[in-house]
């Protein structure tokens, strides 16, 4: 048996307001004189309170970023290209601040900083060869655990998958549960549903072991309190921990049935990944019956209608195309149905099963 030695981030600061020492944190990174960072941040928050709450020295680069789409690689290598294009030096630091899709666009940034050629090159595990420019994250939306993860999903000309190294781990988190407060509330639902399915995945997974579990068990039952319990306090606080502990907890099994099926979903009609996970679940009561039974109590308490009919529109050919991307995801199937998983999740299977979003 080889066991994975697990990478972890470096610095995590955690508390309201704790975004207010960020300027402090970063200090001892701007060592030369000319010494610059970049601050990736999310356009949703162009005028915004956060906006000029940046600790932004005179010759930092503040790159604003659009995630209507999810990060595509040609818009990793254009972002890299802006900031190799702003100085002649590489800048001391990269701080994504935004929901998974910025956290993800800083984390490439920083790699193809320091990596040549583009970063559909490095999708795949451990293909990343220098270590990335140091780089931080500043969650504003939480449940995907990207702020943890080692890899960051980008979609390429011929795969969604991410760039997935021990270099792509964050230097330092920091976790302010004010940042969350206003986010829009089905967004909140779905990426906190990310959240949530990361935790089913994980512990009803065959990859499971006391590491994940003692993560996933946490993260389940914070998810259950911001989810389930009018009474609870703090709800912001617990679903900041809850994505951090899911993370964890996946870091060291595996996804399941659920991702592998969205990442086809996402492939084919760029569904984007919370809504997408959302959708694909409640079709999935035969894997994780008791998981899909407490979500649909989750999504009938937040008022959530889930879009229907997705895939009716679809050509045979993008059809095949969905299902050779949800299929390719081995260890996923693996991690849901065993070594057998083939003879299970059949290429019919899979079509009957998106025949009915
Ligand atoms: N790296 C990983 O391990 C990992 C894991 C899961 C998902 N992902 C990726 O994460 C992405 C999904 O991330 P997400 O669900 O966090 O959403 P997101 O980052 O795509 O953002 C969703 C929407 O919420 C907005 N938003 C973000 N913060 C806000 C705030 N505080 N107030 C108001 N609006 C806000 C954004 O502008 C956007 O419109 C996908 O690209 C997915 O592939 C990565
Ligand atoms: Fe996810």
């Known amino acids: 048996m080889i066991f994975r030695n697990f990478k972890m981030i470096s610095n995590v600061i955690f508390g309201r307001g704790c975004f207010n020492q960020l300027d402090e944190i970063l200090e001892p990174k701007r060592t030369a004189k000319d010494s610059w960072m970049v601050f990736v941040i999310d356009d949703v928050f162009q005028g915004k309170e956060l906006e000029q709450r940046i600790p932004l020295h005179d010759k930092d680069m503040l790159l604003w970023v659009n995630v209507d789409d999810e990060p595509k690689t040609s818009y990793v290598d254009l972002l890299t290209e802006k900031v190799k294009a702003y100085s002649t030096t590489l800048p001391s630091g990269v701080i994504g601040i935004g929901g998974g899709s910025s956290m993800d666009l800083a984390k490439a940034v920083s790699l193809m900083l320091t990596n040549p050629g583009s970063s559909q090159e490095y999708q795949g595990w451990d293909l990343i060869k220098n270590p990335a420019v140091y780089h931080a994250a500043v969650p504003t939306l939480s449940g995907t655990g990207a702020e943890v993860s080692r890899t960051t ?26 940042l969350i407060r206003d986010v829009p509330h089905d967004q909140q639902f779905y990426t906190g549903m990310d959240c949530y399915i990361h935790c089913v995945e994980s512990l ?6 006391q590491f994940s579990k003692s993560y996933g068990e946490k993260a389940i039952e914070l998810c259950r309190e911001v989810f389930l319990d009018d009474t609870a306090e703090d709800k912001d606080d617990k679903l900041m921990m809850a994505s951090f502990f899911g993370g964890m907890s996946i870091a060291y099994s595996q996804v399941g049935a659920c991702h592998a099926l969205s990442y086809g979903l996402s492939y084919i009609l760029g569904t984007h990944h919370g809504i997408g996970c959302s959708i694909v679940f409640d079709y999935l009561e035969e894997f994780y019956p008791e998981g899909v039974k407490e979500f649909r109590q989750m999504a009938e308490r937040h008022k959530i209608k889930l879009p229907r009919n997705l895939t009716k529109d679809l050509t045979d050919e993008q059809m095949e195309t969905m299902i050779t991307v949800a299929l390719g995801l081995a260890p996923l199937w693996e991690n849901c149905l065993g070594p057998d998983w083939q003879t299970i999740m059949t290429r019919d299977k899979a079509r009957s099963l998106f025949k009915r979003m």
């Open 153 to 178: 999903v980008l979609t390429g000309p011929e795969k969604k998958l991410g760039m997935n190294s021990d270099y792509t781990v964050f230097d330092q988190v920091v976790l302010d549960p004010e």
């Open 204 to 209: 009803e997974g065959t990859y499971l072991n």
